[in-house]
């Protein structure tokens, strides 16, 4: 299947500091999607993007749909606790599944 | 709105022992359908996914199996767990606007003993 590659594998940062992780892809996709998955729950959507270049927030969380449509990448400002968890892309071809990422896990320190 | 419905939340089975996990899912009919596993702390991995009833595709060869008897039912199967099968299993259901993505359920902790 097709794979997605997520940077970094893991992060480990202090409260307050801002975030940014990234996702490519092997192929072109023309929907890139974010989500979080908090400790022993499923994935959550967080923001959806359907075109290249698109710049959307949701509040502290900013996501950015790459030029080469190959690559999605998310922000976070201002980290708080809560913000702990696995952070996935997914991205899809028309008429395709979604494909996941392998995550980026985040752990804040307060 | 969607929502789905997993369980048990955990299951502590032996090995050789049968399995049996159910998805229900509410909203759109005829929803597509998935089963995703986590091992811990990594990636999702698809199992298999449906577009219909009776309809199933899978994804890598295992010691799993799926059905689906009813448009908003899904189960996951075995017949004889193996230590490998351990790990954290999502039921997906694809959004009623199919670009918003999945919506997942709150997942089974399956720990083989």
């Known amino acids: 299947g097709q794979q997605l590659n997520q940077s970094p594998q893991s992060m480990f940062i202090q409260e307050g500091e801002d975030v940014s992780m990234n996702c490519t892809s092997s192929s072109i996709f023309n929907t890139w999607l974010w989500y979080k998955q908090d400790p022993g729950e499923g994935p959550v959507l967080l923001i959806?993007?359907?075109?290249?270049?698109?710049?959307?927030?949701n509040g502290?969380?900013?996501?950015?749909?790459?030029?080469?449509?190959?690559?999605?990448?998310?922000?976070?400002?201002?980290?708080i606790p809560s913000d702990v968890g696995i952070y996935f892309c997914a991205g899809r071809r028309a008429g395709n599944q979604f494909y996941f990422g392998t995550g980026t896990s985040l752990?804040?320190?307060p | 709105s969607q929502t789905i419905h997993q369980w048990p939340a955990t299951l502590v089975q032996p090995v050789g022992s049968p399995l049996s996990l159910e998805c229900t899912v509410e909203g759109t009919s005829n929803p597509n359908l998935y089963w995703y596993r986590q091992a811990a702390g990594r990636g999702l991995q698809l199992l298999f996914y449906s577009v219909g009833i009776g309809q199933i595709s899978?994804?890598?060869?295992?010691?799993?199996?799926?059905?689906r008897p009813q448009d908003r039912q899904f189960i996951l199967s075995s017949k004889k767990l193996l230590l490998s099968d351990s790990g954290f299993y999502l039921c997906a259901q694809e959004h009623d606007?199919?670009?918003?993505?999945?919506?997942?359920?709150?997942?089974?902790?399956?720990?083989?003993?």
């Open chain 2, 58 to 67: 899978s994804e890598v060869p295992q010691n799993l199996s799926a059905s």
């Open chain 2, 97 to 113: 606007r199919a670009l918003k993505g999945y919506t997942f359920g709150s997942g089974t902790r399956l720990t083989v003993v």
């Open chain 1, 48 to 57: 959806a993007l359907y075109k290249a270049g698109e710049l959307t927030s």
């Open chain 1, 60 to 79: 502290r969380l900013t996501a950015q749909f790459g030029i080469t449509r190959k690559d999605s990448f998310l922000n976070i400002s201002a980290s």
């Open chain 1, 107 to 109: 752990t804040v320190i």
